[in-house]
C-alpha cells in the first residue's frame, strides 16, 4: 500500500542558508510520481516541484531541488539560499501508476518551516 | 489565461443539504482532481478525471460526485451535507508534458461549513 512520512513537525532555518526537508515513501509500483508543494499561511496550495520514478536526474526547479534516492525510498526537498517569505507548510505527496495513467495521490502530513532574519 | 478558478469561496451548509462546488480550467488541461483537507492534514484525494467523460474514485469519494461532461468543468457535488464534510476543498489541474513530467494547478479553494 502506499505510504507517505514526513518525519519533521517543524524546521527552522536561516535566511540565506539551505534546508532539506524529508520525506519518505513506500509502493510496490515500480512506476510513480513525488510532488512538493507549498502551504503558505494564506491557504493557497503551489505547486512546487515533480520526479517521475524513472526519471535519471534530480528534478531542480530554481532555488528548489528533489534529492531523490530510489533505493532509499526517500525524495527530499532542498531549498537554497532560504528567503523570509519560504516560511510556510510543506507537503510531499505519491502518486502510483504515473507512467501508465495512475492517479490517485496519497499525502505526507507535512513539515512547517520557518525562516529566521 | 485565469487558471483554475472555484466557485464559491466560502460556504455554510445545514445537515443534508446538497450542493455543488465549480471547478474551471483554461488551460485545455486533460488531468483534473479534488481533494480536501482537514486542519492540521495534507490533502486527500476525493475524484480525480482523466478526461472529458472519464471519471474515478480516490481516496475520500463517499459523499460526493462529479461529472466532466468538457475539458474546462469538473463540479463536485456534496449530496447530503454532513459535518464531517466541513473542510477546505482544493481543485486541480494537470499537464503532463511530453517528457512525463507533470505541473500541477490548485484553485483557490473553497471553505465548507456544515452546521
Known amino acids: 500500500a502506499q505510504k507517505i512520512t514526513q518525519t519533521q513537525p517543524g524546521m527552522f532555518v536561516q535566511e540565506k542558508e539551505a534546508v532539506t526537508l524529508d520525506c519518505t515513501y513506500d509502493t510496490s509500483d515500480p512506476s510513480y510520481g513525488l510532488f512538493w508543494y507549498k502551504q503558505p499561511s494564506s491557504g493557497e496550495m503551489i505547486f512546487l516541484i515533480y520526479q517521475g520514478s524513472y526519471d535519471q536526474q534530480n528534478a531542480t526547479e530554481g532555488r528548489y531541488s528533489l534529492n531523490f534516492q530510489k533505493a532509499r525510498k526517500s525524495a527530499n526537498l532542498v531549498i537554497s539560499a532560504s528567503q523570509l517569505g519560504d516560511s510556510a507548510m510543506y507537503f510531499c505527496?505519491?502518486?502510483?501508476?504515473?507512467?501508465?495513467?495512475?492517479?490517485?495521490?496519497?499525502f505526507g502530513a507535512g513539515t512547517r518551516l520557518f525562516v529566521k532574519a | 489565461n485565469a487558471g483554475v478558478t472555484q466557485t464559491p469561496k466560502f460556504q455554510v451548509l445545514k445537515t443534508g443539504q446538497s450542493m455543488t462546488l465549480q471547478c474551471a480550467q483554461d488551460?485545455?488541461?486533460?488531468?483534473m482532481s479534488w481533494y480536501r483537507q482537514d486542519p492540521g492534514m495534507g490533502l486527500r484525494l476525493i475524484h480525480y478525471?482523466?478526461?472529458?467523460?472519464?471519471?474515478d474514485q480516490g481516496e475520500v469519494p463517499n459523499g460526493y460526485n462529479v461529472s466532466r461532461s468538457t475539458t474546462e468543468d469538473f463540479p463536485l457535488r456534496l449530496l447530503s451535507a454532513a459535518p464531517s464534510q466541513t473542510s477546505v476543498y482544493f481543485c486541480?489541474?494537470?499537464?503532463?508534458?511530453?517528457?512525463?513530467?507533470?505541473?500541477?494547478?490548485f484553485g483557490p479553494g473553497t471553505r465548507l461549513l456544515v452546521l
Open positions: 488551460m485545455n488541461h486533460e488531468y
Open positions: 478525471s482523466v478526461g472529458a467523460g472519464i471519471t
Open positions: 505527496a505519491m502518486r502510483e501508476g504515473a507512467n501508465t495513467g495512475g492517479f490517485k495521490t496519497i
Open positions: 486541480a489541474s494537470s499537464k503532463i508534458w511530453t517528457t512525463g513530467q507533470e505541473t500541477q494547478y
